[in-house]
């Protein structure tokens, strides 16, 4: 007897629709599993027959051969083995031919027949909708999260004896608590509110970190300790707008893809990821050997990476960030597999100017080891940032200045302006202006445009840099609500790119 079961496997952050094949034959007792299966997906055998056994089921004692199409696909996880048991049950007559019929099943068992949640079901489901498989029976956790997906039909499943009798309509279908999708409800539980007025002085910096907020910036910040460099990047999310409905959904996807546990809602906040300085290559852009995993660059995507102690980070590490911060995606290869991951961050980086990292009447290092140190920064690396200021301690005089809050209406407002600017174009903000088309998008006077290339000719700018100067410029006017580009914004955003030395 052969029974087929529509499930789904996770490939890097995306949904996999797979065919589970059971095929119950008479022969000596065996169990096979073939089409790529991982580790988990081979050990399931033994948890499947527990269930089957513990929910009051036979197991046949028989010859199983279980195939997970597409073949050529690599299977991982345990998310496959609701669906087995279900094939097991119809392949020996002991569900009714026709009740999996257009219903697509996830979920992990436990031994004692319990259906237990997925890691990336929003992901596994909307692929599943994607292919024309609406209706979805997923474990009981996991039914607030993959009810997110609009167009999907969704029923729980508490435990694989009530699977059964709700598939023959025995029982009534378990309920769950509807996710919260109102983009009113505020920030994440457990966001630190920390807020830009508790940073005294520092008002040149206060300005360009909301010029980054504003038009998605990358942003370097270098000092000497206790300057308020880590307190202004740490600050930098209070004035971020949120996400608009579309970006919250695909950024809930990932980071539940990802195994991040689902707070009960999408997360309209942007995410803030914040690696320790050892952290490796892997784990920055992500990667893996069996199953390609994303790396914190994938689950800062429409938010912002912070890192902090940039100088300290593994040269090969920041290097490899270079390509996602030009492309704004991923690109891993591995023998007979190859993923792209979304890779839509703002980089905010801190760093000091020297080994011991006092000031300068103070420092005692050497030129040699002044000049490894900022070695370990390439050139290539330090280009890519739009925004680049040297941070200086405050003065026992200074005050404080306004609120994250009066901040944040004008970056809301200034981003506001950007996406009606680029609405029939396929990016939203001022930083991910191409550079081929930063001069026709921000056109300037003829006086302006001979500004801007004074600007260019005495730095010595590469194309990169020249393109950078005018896209901040750009944000410089939006945030003054202003409709050109002016001399004096050029100016200022020239300012706010210095030279790290």
Same mark, same amino acid.
């Given at each position: 007897?052969?029974?087929?079961?529509? !499930?789904?496997? +996770?490939?890097?952050? &995306?949904?996999?629709?797979?065919?589970?094949?059971?095929?119950?034959?008479?022969?000596?007792?065996?169990?096979?599993? $073939?089409?790529?299966? &991982?580790?988990?997906?081979?050990?399931?055998?033994?948890?499947?027959?527990?269930?089957?056994?513990?929910?009051?089921?036979?197991?046949?004692?028989?010859?199983?051969?279980? @195939?997970?199409?597409?073949?050529?696909?690599?299977?991982?996880?345990?998310?496959? #083995?609701?669906?087995?048991? +279900?094939?097991?049950?119809?392949?020996? #007559?002991?569900?009714?031919?026709?009740?999996?019929?257009?219903?697509?099943?996830?979920?992990?068992?436990?031994?004692?027949?319990?259906?237990?949640?997925?890691?990336?079901? +929003?992901?596994?489901? &909307?692929?599943?909708?994607?292919?024309?498989? *609406?209706?979805?029976?997923?474990?009981?956790?996991?039914?607030?999260?993959?009810?997110?997906?609009?167009?999907?039909?969704?029923?729980?499943?508490?435990d694989l004896g009530e699977l059964r009798a709700c598939l023959q309509g025995e029982e009534a279908?378990?309920?769950?608590?509807? *996710?919260?999708?109102?983009? &009113?409800?505020?920030?994440?539980?457990?966001?630190?509110? %920390?807020?830009?007025?508790? $940073?005294?002085?520092?008002?040149?910096?206060?300005?360009?970190?909301?010029?980054?907020?504003?038009?998605?910036?990358?942003?370097?910040?270098?000092?000497?300790?206790?300057?308020?460099?880590?307190?202004? %990047?740490?600050?930098?999310?209070?004035?971020?707008?949120?996400?608009?409905?579309?970006?919250?959904?695909?950024?809930?996807?990932?980071?539940?893809? %990802?195994?991040?546990?689902?707070?009960?809602?999408?997360?309209? !906040?942007?995410?803030?990821?914040?690696?320790?300085?050892?952290?490796?290559?892997?784990?920055?852009?992500?990667?893996?050997?069996?199953?390609?995993?994303?790396?914190?660059?994938?689950?800062?995507?429409?938010?912002?990476?912070?890192?902090?102690?940039?100088? #300290?980070?593994?040269?090969?590490?920041?290097?490899?960030?270079?390509?996602?911060?030009?492309?704004?995606?991923?690109?891993? !290869?591995?023998?007979?597999? !190859?993923?792209?991951?979304?890779?839509?961050?703002?980089?905010?980086?801190?760093? @000091?100017?020297?080994?011991?990292?006092?000031?300068?009447?103070?420092?005692?290092?050497?030129?040699?080891?002044?000049?490894?140190?900022?070695?370990?920064?390439? %050139? *290539?690396?330090?280009?890519?940032?739009?925004?680049?200021?040297?941070?200086?301690? *405050?003065?026992?005089?200074?005050?404080?200045?306004?609120?994250?809050?009066?901040?944040?209406?004008?970056?809301?407002?200034?981003?506001?302006?950007?996406?009606?600017?680029?609405?029939?174009?396929?990016?939203?903000? @001022?930083?991910?202006?191409?550079?081929?088309?930063?001069?026709?998008? $921000?056109?300037?006077?003829?006086?302006?445009?001979?500004?801007?290339?004074?600007? $260019?000719? #005495?730095?010595? +700018?590469?194309?990169?840099?020249?393109?950078?100067?005018?896209?901040?410029?750009?944000?410089?006017?939006?945030?003054?609500?202003?409709?050109?580009?002016?001399?004096?914004?050029?100016?200022?955003?020239?300012?706010?790119?210095?030279?790290?030395?």
């Amino acid at each position: 007897m052969l029974a087929a079961v529509s !499930s789904a496997t +996770l490939t890097g952050v &995306d949904g996999q629709p797979v065919t589970v094949e059971v095929h119950v034959s008479s022969g000596l007792p065996a169990y096979q599993v $073939v089409g790529l299966p &991982d580790t988990a997906v081979r050990e399931s055998r033994e948890r499947v027959r527990a269930a089957v056994l513990s929910s009051g089921l036979q197991w046949p004692m028989q010859r199983i051969t279980v @195939n997970l199409a597409p073949g050529a696909v690599r299977k991982t996880g345990s998310g496959l #083995e609701l669906a087995v048991a +279900l094939g097991v049950l119809a392949a020996s #007559e002991q569900l009714p031919t026709g009740v999996l019929d257009g219903v697509a099943v996830l979920g992990e068992l436990g031994l004692d027949g319990s259906v237990r949640p997925v890691p990336g079901a +929003l992901a596994l489901v &909307d692929s599943l909708t994607r292919a024309g498989r *609406p209706s979805v029976v997923v474990p009981i956790a996991n039914a607030a999260e993959a009810e997110l997906v609009g167009d999907a039909h969704v029923r729980a499943a508490r435990d694989l004896g009530e699977l059964r009798a709700c598939l023959q309509g025995e029982e009534a279908w378990p309920d769950w608590d509807p *996710p919260l999708v109102d983009p &009113d409800a505020g920030l994440d539980a457990d966001d630190d509110l %920390a807020d830009l007025a508790e $940073v005294r002085g520092l008002t040149f910096a206060r300005g360009v970190l909301e010029v980054a907020a504003a038009g998605g910036h990358h942003l370097l910040m270098w000092g000497p300790p206790g300057t308020g460099k880590t307190m202004l %990047a740490r600050r930098l999310p209070t004035i971020l707008a949120p996400l608009e409905s579309a970006e919250a959904l695909e950024v809930t996807r990932i980071h539940s893809a %990802a195994g991040q546990p689902f707070r009960g809602r999408l997360l309209h !906040s942007r995410p803030v990821r914040a690696p320790h300085h050892t952290a490796s290559t892997a784990a920055l852009v992500g990667g893996g050997s069996t199953r390609l995993r994303p790396g914190e660059v994938t689950l800062a995507h429409r938010g912002v990476l912070f890192l902090d102690e940039l100088g #300290e980070f593994a040269p090969s590490a920041l290097d490899a960030l270079r390509q996602p911060l030009e492309e704004r995606v991923v690109r891993i !290869s591995r023998q007979g597999m !190859s993923l792209a991951f979304p890779a839509s961050f703002q980089l905010v980086a801190c760093t @000091n100017p020297c080994p011991c990292g006092r000031v300068p009447a103070e420092c005692c290092c050497t030129e040699p080891a002044k000049a490894r140190y900022r070695r370990r920064l390439s %050139a *290539p690396l330090v280009d890519r940032f739009d925004l680049r200021i040297a941070v200086s301690a *405050p003065l026992a005089s200074d005050v404080v200045g306004e609120s994250s809050a009066t901040a944040r209406e004008r970056v809301v407002a200034a981003v506001a302006r950007q996406r009606a600017r680029y609405a029939d174009w396929p990016w939203s903000c @001022n930083a991910h202006v191409p550079a081929g088309a930063v001069a026709r998008l $921000v056109p300037l006077d003829t006086d302006v445009e001979c500004e801007w290339h004074r600007l $260019v000719e #005495e730095r010595m +700018l590469t194309g990169r840099g020249a393109a950078r100067i005018l896209r901040v410029a750009r944000t410089v006017a939006d945030l003054a609500d202003a409709p050109d580009v002016t001399a004096e914004h050029l100016g200022l955003a020239a300012h706010m790119r210095e030279d790290l030395s």
